[in-house]
C-alpha cells in the first residue's frame, strides 16, 4: 500500500500527523512529509495509514 499526497492540497492542519506519527510529519515550515510511504497492506501501520487519509479535511491523502 502506498502513501499519496496531494502537495498543493495539504493545508498543513497536522490531523494526520496525529493520526500516524510514525508515518508522517510537518516539517518547520507546516508542510507535509510522508517518511514512510509505503507500508504492508495488513500491518498496523496500514490501519494508521487509512485513519490519516480519513481525518484530512482536505483530502490531501490517498492510499493505493
Known amino acids: 500500500m502506498h502513501i499519496e499526497l496531494d502537495t498543493p ?3 498543513g492542519h497536522g490531523l494526520c500527523e496525529e493520526a500516524a506519527p510514525e508515518l508522517m510529519h510537518l516539517d ?4 507535509l512529509v510522508i ?3 509505503d507500508v504492508d497492506e495488513n500491518s498496523d501501520r496500514a490501519e494508521r495509514a487509512r485513519a ?3 481525518v484530512c479535511p ?3 491523502l490517498r492510499l493505493n
Open 9 to 11: 492540497r495539504c493545508e
Open 28 to 31: 518547520d515550515e507546516g508542510d
Open 35 to 37: 517518511d514512510v510511504p
Open 52 to 54: 490519516a487519509v480519513r
Open 58 to 60: 482536505v483530502a490531501a
